[in-house]
């Protein structure tokens, strides 16, 4: 593994070439480094015992041409993003370039080598991959400290969620996960198993809005051999499955009177019968339940049991909409970020600073799961280094463009003339202000013909 600690520890380079003149001067010019040469490009399995910090490869010895070497280059980026990837060729050819830079390659080198040169710049770009791996690191063990289980984020709506999930962790008590779509209720429900005595123990998880009522009965209570036409065999329902750890239902909402009834029973009993059979079996569990529904109006309107509301509302957590933790933001786009880089094997980009403007102004509907989606989309579809503007969805810079309409032009209008006087004003009086009041200076300022100020200046008593 490659040593990315700070300090002036050795680095090590490879180098692929079959040229002799190559392998010469290169053993000439780099001798402070740790230098292993590879004559063959089948010589490469070995990079991954090696671990290099750096990799110069003659791409016109590679394979039977140039173009091939350069794609050669896809290859060992996608091994390790992180290694210091350099080009030599003797080719000037556009395409083979191209396809160099595509990889990723760090430095791009064109015959005649002068390796004195090579040694210089190669130097370099190990001391700045060094500093941006450590950079990376920090951010990483920042965003850890920053964390709570899988949820991520700082923010005073969050830390209100950890120590809510903290105090119920260690107890048995129903827990009822409310919040919106896409705002992470399982990662909660998980983070309140991870902290508990059943962290260990089966952790069943089913939700109830993906499946047809008549599926979701079987999937919950199981059921016997010959209980209907296709039960071949008898099966455990989640419920069983669950025993001595935690059942998980999302969207319990959508659970009709009947099923409601039936699982009310399950939880006053701690029981579960399956279907087609007669003999209850006891079940050691523990219920989390998730909603994004108004229970309350469901209660009233009586589409959901009043008794079963009871029985699983016996400690709430809400989960905060991402818009209302904005400054949670950077925070998740940064580990989407590193997640998708790295699951994709391309380099660890970064957001431009008015992309993320952008973001943060925007309300995400579909909250964490709809930035997840939003961030993968932008790795898999830009092959630079840095995401900007440019790469944003057309929905986000249009809302953006929408929320600065709404600033200039509230809903209900303005007075134009009025607030076209009151700009004018405000120029002049700052105009003069930065200039001590000096009305030549200030017509400069305001790019205006000095008798245009002078007038000006009257007409506003200035």
């Known amino acids: 593994m490659r040593n990315t600690t700070a300090g002036p520890s050795r680095k090590s380079i490879a180098v692929i070439s079959n040229d002799p003149l190559v392998s010469s001067q290169v053993e000439a010019h780099l001798s402070e480094l740790d230098l292993k040469i590879l004559r063959t490009w089948q010589e490469t399995a070995l990079l991954k015992k090696l671990a290099p910090d750096a990799i110069l490869v003659d791409i016109d010895t590679v394979g039977q041409t140039s173009e091939e070497g350069a794609i050669a280059l896809a290859e060992l980026r996608n091994r390790d993003p992180d290694v210091v ?3 030599l060729t003797r080719s000037s050819s556009r395409s083979v370039r191209d396809k160099a830079l595509e990889a990723n390659v760090d430095e791009y080198f064109v015959a005649p080598f002068h390796f004195g040169e090579i040694r210089i710049i190669v130097g370099r770009l190990l001391a700045k991959r060094q500093a941006e ?6 951010q990483q063990n920042e965003a850890q400290r920053q964390s709570f289980a899988e949820l991520i984020g700082s923010s005073e709506p969050m830390l209100r969620m950890y120590e809510a999930i903290r105090r119920v962790a260690e107890s048995s008590s129903t827990v009822l996960i409310r919040g919106e779509s896409g ?7 998980r983070a309140v198993v991870s902290r508990g005595s059943r962290a260990e123990k089966p952790f069943v998880s089913i939700n109830c809005a993906a499946l047809p009522e008549n599926l979701i009965e079987t999937e919950l209570f199981g059921h016997e051999k010959g209980a209907f036409t296709d039960a071949k ?3 455990p329902g989640h419920i069983e499955l669950a ?5 998980f239902l999302d969207e319990i909402a959508t659970l009709g009177l009947g099923l409601q009834s039936k699982l009310l029973r399950v939880l006053e009993d701690r029981a579960v019968t399956r279907i087609g059979g007669k003999i209850p079996r006891k079940i050691d569990f523990r219920l989390l339940a998730a909603t994004n529904e108004d229970l309350e109006k469901m209660v009233e309107t009586g589409r959901f049991r009043e008794d079963l509301y009871y029985r699983i509302n016996v400690v ?3 989960v905060p909409p991402l818009r209302e933790r904005k400054s949670d933001l950077p925070l998740l786009v940064d580990h989407f970020l590193r997640f998708y880089c790295r699951e994709n094997g391309k380099p660890i980009k970064q957001i431009e600073p008015d992309a993320l403007g952008v973001m943060e102004d925007y309300d995400w509907p579909g909250n964490v799961r709809q930035l997840q989606n939003v961030i993968q989309r932008m790795v898999l579809m830009n092959d630079g280094l840095a995401i900007g503007m440019k790469d944003l969805p057309q929905q986000l810079l249009l809302a953006s463009n929408a929320s600065q309409e709404a600033i200039l032009i509230p809903e209900g209008g303005i007075d134009f003339d009025a607030e076209m006087e009151r700009l004018e004003l405000a120029y002049l009086t700052a105009a003069l202000n930065r200039t001590a009041g000096r009305k030549s200076a200030a017509a400069a300022l305001l790019r205006i013909d000095p008798q245009r100020m002078k007038y000006l200046c009257r007409k506003r008593r200035l």
């Open 183 to 189: 705002s992470g209720k399982e990662l909660v429900a």
């Open 243 to 247: 025993n001595t750890g935690t059942l």
């Open 133 to 138: 791996i450590e950079y990376r690191e920090q």
């Open 316 to 318: 709430p957590i809400t």
């Open 85 to 87: 990837l350099g080009a």
């Open 233 to 235: 065999v008898a099966r």
